[in-house]
């Protein structure tokens, strides 16, 4: 029996378009600083144009990033898991034997303010992958078939952030 596990289109949809005007801002406070800039030359002008740009754009990029990491359309059927991951614009296929286990965890959006359930998937090759809760449909229903295929359950992870990525307890390439 396969079974899909589609992307949620609200919580996605906000952070799309939050993007997507920050980006436009961005773009139009550029216009106006070249404008500015460089018919007007003032150095106090330039440094707060710089910040503001590097400051935006960092913005955009974090979102952006963040928006393609989580992301995902999940696929299982009677021998596979595939999972479509937008960072990478692939699919991932892997046979049920070469998966580790998987763990229950929670993902935080921002420092301590709003978190979600998430699922983390352990491959024997090292590799994880992790399933949030708002940004997938079906959720619990996805746990209920990792049960139901003998997938090992490793237990539950705390949200454990490294210098760059986030670290995972069950990884055999952390330890």
Known sequence: MRKKFFPK?????????????????????????????????????FLAALFF????????????????FYFKYVVVDDENLSIFELN????????????????????YFGR????????VI?????????????FLSNFDTLEEELKRKKIKYLGFEDYQTGWFYRQYKFNRNSK
């Open 9 to 45: 289109i609200l919580f996605p949809a906000i952070k799309f378009a939050f993007i997507v005007g920050i980006a436009f801002l961005f773009y139009k406070s550029l216009e106006v600083i070249y404008a500015k800039v460089f018919l007007d030359f003032d150095f106090g002008l």
């Open 53 to 68: 740009v590097l400051f935006s754009g960092y913005f955009v990029f974090h979102l952006s990033y963040f928006f393609s």
């Open 88 to 107: 990478r614009f692939k699919f991932k296929k892997n046979t049920l034997d070469k998966i580790l286990g998987y763990s229950k965890s929670e993902v």
């Open 112 to 119: 301590y303010s709003w978190k979600s359930k998430s699922i």
């Open 122 to 134: 352990y491959f024997k090759n090292g590799e994880t992958a992790e399933l949030v809760k708002v």
